[in-house]
């Protein structure tokens, strides 16, 4: 506690900092990592309240576009006490209010090194593999799908299963609650695609990279004006709820090369400026890693890039205002480091175990080591204490709706046998 008396005073000295967005707790880990270093915090959220000790919840009018009232909040008056505050975002639309808004956004608050053509490039998924092609970077098959005439006309060119992804994840996310649809024909290609573009949603066809999750694994950087790298990090994930297509749930650093320098090829090709993050999925079928998609953002793992070393969100607060500190990549950062999310990583299990994949027992064995949490914290345990419950709340209703499924179908059943039997 007298860490946190202590920063208090010091809150007076630092520009306070604004989060925008972030639902998986990438706000959260930053807004932390800030606050225990003395600055005062406030939180655009696109998700409810997190109810952090070290981050102030910015509350702004219900609209169905967060990133409207984001906008007229940064560049209205009500935000004119956080004037000469550090501007991050956490999140893609984050991303896009800082690409379309950077110039008046830069005369009022403190912006990171950006190149925000850079920025726009990886924040298209078409274009992300467009750069990645050009930069000799592997990428699944993909094909453009402006026009139906477009699908249509390549109908024989489609490999499946095929992904419908949308070029703007967040996008897509507000509208079906989901990252992406997944075909396994072309008349479920072109249900998907109308379905999208009904919402005037614009997607890329994507080939489906086989193989399970734990062959992705992800590079992150900080790239200084000069392009030179002040952070090189990798992790791994070993599982995602719902397998294939979910957030991942469990992750481990290691440090891998190979990852690192495709990442910095395609980076250094766009010209990506600031902090950087780049997945990639080795293919069974011919070993290579294959680019899956692109932040120019923190992060929902940034909790694990914390915890082994790099604190790449105070990093970037102290760059941005002055204060001496090396570049992350000059010491080492902790290799065998586990990230867990228990809610979705329990059932994840659930799902591999029911389809006999998994056993009690290497599950178990796998969760021996010492965890890190993205929610609890001892000294901030209210945002895990707030999740569990909402947790709960949610695995009840879901029990229960299934069971008084069960018991509708029953009932229709028995309802029949006795009709059979008159």
Not at 109 to 124: G, M, N, P, V
Not at 256 to 274: A, I, K, Q, S, T
Not at 335 to 346: A, K, S, V
Not at 351 to 373: E, I, K
Request: aromatic fraction near 10%; proline fraction near 5%.
């Amino acid at each position: 506690m007298t860490r946190d008396f202590a920063n208090t005073s010091r809150q007076s000295r630092l520009p306070p900092a604004i989060l925008m967005g972030g639902a998986g707790g990438n706000a959260l880990s930053v807004a932390r990592s800030l606050g225990r270093g003395g600055v005062g915090v406030y939180l655009l959220p696109d998700a409810p309240n997190p109810h952090s000790r070290y981050a102030r919840y910015i509350e702004l009018p219900e609209t169905a576009n967060p990133q409207v009232a984001w906008v007229r909040y940064l560049l209205g008056p009500a935000s004119e006490r956080l004037r000469g505050a550090v501007l991050l975002s956490c999140c893609d639309a984050g991303i896009e209010v800082l690409i379309e808004h950077h110039g008046e956004l830069s005369k009022k608050f403190i912006l990171d090194i950006s190149d925000t053509e850079a920025q726009r490039y990886l924040l298209s998924k078409l274009s992300t593999y467009q750069k990645a092609k050009q930069a000799g970077v592997p990428t699944p098959l993909f094909w453009a799908a402006e026009r139906v005439e477009e699908v249509e006309a390549r109908r024989d060119e489609y490999v499946y299963p095929l992904i419908v992804k949308p070029l703007y994840s967040h996008r897509f996310h507000a509208v079906f609650g989901d990252k992406f649809f997944r075909v396994t024909d072309f008349q479920g290609l072109m249900t998907a695609y109308q379905r999208a573009r009904a919402h005037d949603l614009d997607v890329i066809l994507l080939e489906e990279i086989p193989g399970s999750d734990d062959r992705l694994c992800s590079y992150y950087t900080y790239l200084e004006e000069s392009g030179v790298p002040l952070c090189d990090f990798t992790k791994r994930v070993l599982r995602r709820y719902p397998e294939n297509r979910g957030p991942a749930c469990y992750h481990v650093t290691d440090w891998n090369p190979e990852v690192r320098d495709l990442g910095l090829r395609l980076f250094r090709h766009v010209g990506l400026l600031g902090v950087g993050n780049v997945e990639f999925k080795r293919d069974d079928r011919d070993g290579k890693l294959r680019i899956i998609e692109c932040n120019a953002r923190f992060t929902a793992a940034n909790a694990l890039l914390v915890e082994s070393g790099y604190d790449l969100g105070l990093f970037v607060y102290n760059r941005l205002v002055g204060i001496p500190q090396p570049p992350l990549n000059s010491r080492r950062y902790k290799e065998g480091l586990h990230l867990w999310f228990p809610g979705r990583d329990i059932r994840a299990f659930l799902a591999l175990h029911a389809a006999g994949r998994l056993s009690v027992s290497a599950w178990l064995a796998s969760l021996a080591h010492r965890q890190v949490l993205a929610y609890f914290r001892w000294y901030d345990p209210v945002p895990a204490v707030v999740g569990t419950s909402r947790f709960a709340r949610r695995t009840v209703g879901t029990a229960t709706r299934c069971l008084l499924v069960r018991k509708r179908k029953a009932g229709t059943l028995s309802t029949i046998k006795a009709k059979e039997k008159i």
